[in-house]
């Protein structure tokens, strides 16, 4: 009965405190009269990319232009050829959270273009416990309002071969993406629409609720939400900070010899693929590095940055038509050792290049300080530059400065924020590379780091509230969330197929990580949510026991 008493404990703290609590679902918003909209099709594969775009004709250049913007799974904004942002953060899906627009600074008199990729996961994945498709947007400009509607034009983008398999268990996007059938422009008020171009599909009565109380056929769930107790809140924390991170380390080239199709290899990890021959590969001219054909071997090229980073690596080639380079990314290696970066969990983004210059940068972001560039498929010479990362990192409150005398203690000492910087973002997440959920007891930890060194609130506010979401009706807390992981790992529990499962010791765990949160901060409407789910535990806890 020792956990028991500690549990007792700790309720009668919260119910001394908060004797007022209740579910209250503070922060709802209401999107209407802007409807969620989706490609006219009879079923959503995983893995899809639809394109919506909107003309707005302004008399002059305005002065604000505010609103919300909202997509399941993930979204890319643009306006005008800009890109402007990407979301929405993971959460819960009864309980969406909208981003915030602020669009002023991108439009200007006369004709422009709102453009949206919405990319729909369709399966579970680290991110995102399970949805259906859909996008929605809402923006006054001026008081002229901007809706989703059966006004906006949609587009299957098959750049992006719909349907494409999984990455891994916990990451849905495996992404190939095709230049050659890249709609170039599009985002942009010159862009002429084909018939490919069709009218988007009203999927809601209303703009209340998340995209999983919507009227879309998604055909993989079969769930619809229950508009009783679904909403769709306001971003509880800030946007994310980007910036660009550049100049790499070439440190290593090779060519790559391949005995069987490289497609086998990476689909399929077919051993004994392909020999390794350690000659350079590259002749570098400032920032620029050239790569002649070598009959049909690939080139491999391997960067370093100088630190670990959470962001969207990106890069420019000068390749023909059709070459093909896969990117790979990794948090460690060794110089001398695989020659090909493919050990962690399948973490490579494909690219097919159109004739001439290619840009190219990642849908999702990743975590990695080492980048590889596996080139093949090229007759003529290709030219790459302009390697680098879109850095995301939480605007925090402020930033420590720690300066210590020992050189090795202040490498380790910086190593761990950045450790922080990089896994408390949108949600406090452990394994950034791997899982990217949030754990109570593998990843709470950094709550009291955020509190004293950061001096932030609204990261563990999300954090706690997020978190207390993921209480099973039975009233145990799956012990991430919002993650898909123990959602499958409670049917295969119940099947005897595996020996992970919801982790109680986290669950009791988060107990304390909410009290810690009262001690640290005295707001107790941030538990509002909170205790009931808590006090649903604290009876599941006692009569299981039992």
């Known amino acids: 009965?020792?956990?028991?008493?500690?549990?007792?404990?700790?309720?009668?703290?919260?119910?001394?405190?908060?004797?007022?609590?209740?579910?209250?679902?503070?922060?709802?918003?209401?999107?209407?009269?802007?409807?969620?909209?989706?490609?006219?099709?009879?079923?959503?594969?995983?893995?899809?990319?639809?394109?919506?775009?909107?003309?707005?004709?302004?008399?002059?250049?305005?002065?604000?232009?505010?609103?919300?913007?909202?997509?399941?799974?993930?979204?890319?904004?643009?306006?005008?050829?800009?890109?402007?942002?990407?979301?929405?953060?993971?959460?819960?899906?009864?309980?969406?959270?909208?981003?915030?627009?602020?669009?002023?600074?991108?439009?200007?008199?006369?004709?422009?273009?709102?453009?949206?990729?919405?990319?729909?996961?369709?399966?579970?994945?680290?991110?995102?416990?399970?949805?259906?498709?859909?996008?929605?947007?809402?923006?006054?400009?001026?008081?002229?309002?901007?809706?989703?509607?059966?006004?906006?034009?949609?587009?299957?983008?098959?750049?992006?071969?719909?349907?494409?398999?999984?990455?891994?268990?916990?990451?849905?996007?495996?992404?190939?993406?095709?230049?050659?059938?890249?709609?170039y422009g599009w985002d942009t008020p010159d862009f002429i629409q084909n018939a490919d171009w069709v009218k988007a599909l009203v999927v809601s009565d209303d703009g209340c609720h998340p995209s999983v109380c919507n009227g879309v056929s998604e055909y993989a769930w079969e769930i619809s939400g229950d508009k009783n107790v679904s909403e769709i809140r306001r971003r509880s924390i800030p946007l994310m900070r980007e910036y660009s991170v550049t100049r790499p380390k070439l440190e290593e080239s090779m060519w790559i010899h391949w005995k069987r199709p490289a497609e086998d290899y990476f689909d399929m990890l077919v051993s004994n693929a392909f020999d390794v021959i350690h000659q350079p590969v590259v002749r570098q001219s400032g920032d620029e590095w050239l790569v002649e054909p070598n009959g049909n071997n690939a080139a491999a090229l391997t960067f370093s940055f100088s630190e670990q980073g959470v962001g969207w690596p990106y890069f420019t080639i000068d390749a023909p038509e059709g070459t093909v380079v896969e990117l790979l990314v990794h948090e460690a290696h060794r110089i001398g050792g695989p020659a090909i970066i493919n050990s962690h969990f399948n973490s490579w983004t494909r690219f097919v290049c159109k004739e001439g210059v290619n840009t190219f940068e990642t849908f999702d972001f990743e975590s990695f300080r080492w980048l590889q560039l596996h080139i093949r498929n090229f007759n003529r010479p290709v030219r790459i530059s302009s390697v680098g990362m879109r850095r995301r990192i939480y605007p925090w409150h402020k930033e420590p400065d720690i300066f210590i005398a020992d050189d090795t203690i202040q490498k380790v000492v910086d190593a761990a924020v950045n450790t922080l910087y990089n896994c408390a973002q949108e949600t406090l997440v452990d394994g950034m590379a791997r899982e990217r959920q949030q754990y109570s007891g593998d990843g709470s930890h950094q709550l009291h780091a955020v509190f004293q060194t950061m001096g932030d609130c609204s990261l563990p506010f999300r954090y706690i509230n997020t978190f207390s979401q993921g209480s099973s009706i039975d009233g145990y807390f799956m012990d991430s969330w919002p993650a898909w992981d123990r959602l499958a790992r409670t049917m295969e529990r119940q099947m005897q197929l595996t020996g992970w499962g919801p982790i109680l010791d986290h669950s009791i765990g988060?107990?304390?990580?909410?009290?810690?949160?009262?001690?640290?901060?005295?707001?107790?409407?941030?538990?509002?949510?909170?205790?009931p789910r808590l006090l649903k535990f604290f009876v599941f806890s006692l009569f299981a026991d039992e």
């Open 1 to 183: 009965m020792a956990i028991h008493k500690v549990l007792f404990i700790t309720l009668l703290f919260f119910v001394g405190m908060s004797s007022f609590a209740k579910e209250d679902r503070n922060g709802a918003l209401d999107l209407s009269p802007a409807k969620w909209i989706w490609y006219p099709a009879g079923r959503t594969l995983q893995n899809t990319f639809i394109l919506f775009r909107k003309d707005v004709i302004l008399k002059e250049k305005p002065l604000k232009a505010n609103g919300w913007i909202l997509a399941d799974s993930r979204y890319r904004l643009f306006v005008n050829g800009k890109r402007v942002q990407w979301g929405p953060a993971p959460s819960d899906p009864r309980w969406q959270e909208a981003d915030p627009l602020d669009l002023a600074g991108y439009l200007v008199e006369g004709k422009n273009t709102i453009a949206v990729e919405v990319c729909y996961f369709g399966t579970g994945d680290g991110t995102s416990p399970m949805g259906k498709p859909g996008f929605i947007l809402n923006l006054d400009i001026d008081g002229q309002k901007i809706l989703t509607d059966d006004s906006w034009f949609s587009y299957l983008s098959r750049s992006w071969q719909p349907g494409k398999y999984k990455r891994w268990f916990l990451r849905s996007l495996q992404e190939t993406f095709d230049a050659r059938l890249y709609p």
């Open 510 to 531: 988060f107990c304390f990580d909410a009290y810690h949160y009262y001690m640290y901060t005295g707001d107790l409407k941030g538990l509002e949510e909170v205790y």
